[in-house]
């Protein structure tokens, strides 16, 4: 069955940066776009970026453009989420995304910015 896990979420201080990692396994990810989307307290989730299946940048939301960059490693089955230059407004949990059959969802990892 289709499962993705996130890892890499952690407390980091405004400047700081992060990389996530979003395990991919029960279907070819080579085939497939993904995407990291994030949830604030409060908020509605939103899509932060997506790569299609060839590798290129698909979408990036303005407010992390330049500063965040989406990419993919197929022969790991991984995707990964560099963060940098973050800010205490990146706070948020992260999740990896993939529509396979049907949209899926990884469990989640906590991102924390704050000194």
Request: net charge positive; with cysteine.
């Amino acid at each position: 069955q289709v499962q993705l896990v996130e890892s890499g979420g952690g407390l980091v201080q405004p400047g700081g940066s992060l990389r996530l990692s979003c395990a991919a396994s029960g279907f070819i990810l080579s085939s497939y776009a993904m995407s990291w989307y994030r949830q604030a307290p409060g908020k509605e989730r939103e899509l932060v970026t997506s790569i299609s299946a060839a590798g290129g940048i698909s979408w990036t939301a303005t407010s992390v453009k330049g500063r965040f960059t989406i990419s993919r490693e197929n022969a790991k089955n991984t995707v990964y989420l560099q963060m940098n230059s973050l800010k205490p407004e990146d706070t948020a949990v992260y999740y990896c995304n993939a529509r396979v059959d049907r949209v899926y969802w990884g469990q989640g990892t906590q991102v924390t910015v704050s000194s």
